[in-house]
């Protein structure tokens, strides 16, 4: 069964970090370019970070950049996201996706990607 599985979630008060984790089964990630995208209630699915296949290009929201770092472990197959610095406006459900793009491409629509994530949920709230 081809599929990513997000870990990592939480609740945690303002100011605290999360360290999500993107694990793929049945296929090879070092291929593909993975990114991290996320939904709050009542709003639309958004980019929040990516990577590029290799490493070597990332993409970050302004929202997150700064705070957010995004990282790969092909040996392992699994990317990360550390979160530090959280606020309540970062509270949403978070998914993982993968695509044969650019991390910048891949952060720039949520449509055209290969596999989706099954989105593990973040709280920040005291």
Same mark, same amino acid.
């Given at each position: !069964?081809? !599929?990513?599985?997000?870990?990592?979630?939480?609740?945690?008060?303002?100011?605290?970090?999360?360290?999500?984790?993107?694990?793929?089964?049945?296929?090879?990630?070092?291929?593909?370019?993975?990114?991290? =995208?996320?939904?709050?209630?009542?709003?639309?699915?958004?980019?929040?970070?990516?990577?590029?296949?290799?490493? =070597? =290009?990332?993409?970050?929201?302004?929202?997150?950049?700064?705070?957010?770092?995004?990282?790969?472990?092909?040996?392992?197959?699994?990317?990360?996201?550390?979160?530090?610095?959280?606020?309540?406006?970062?509270?949403?459900?978070?998914?993982?996706?993968?695509?044969?793009?650019?991390?910048?491409?891949?952060?720039?629509?949520?449509?055209?990607?290969?596999?989706?994530? !099954?989105?593990?949920?973040?709280?920040?709230?005291?």
């Amino acid at each position: !069964q081809l !599929q990513l599985v997000e870990s990592g979630g939480g609740l945690v008060q303002p100011g605290g970090s999360l360290r999500l984790s993107c694990a793929a089964s049945g296929f090879a990630l070092e291929s593909y370019a993975i990114g991290w =995208f996320r939904q709050a209630p009542g709003k639309e699915r958004e980019g929040v970070s990516c990577i590029s296949s290799g490493g =070597f =290009f990332r993409n970050y929201a302004d929202s997150v950049r700064g705070r957010f770092t995004i990282s790969r472990d092909n040996a392992k197959n699994t990317v990360y996201l550390q979160m530090n610095s959280l606020k309540p406006e970062d509270t949403a459900v978070y998914y993982c996706a993968a695509a044969g793009v650019s991390a910048q491409a891949m952060c720039a629509s949520t449509s055209g990607k290969a596999y989706w994530g !099954q989105g593990t949920q973040v709280t920040v709230s005291s």
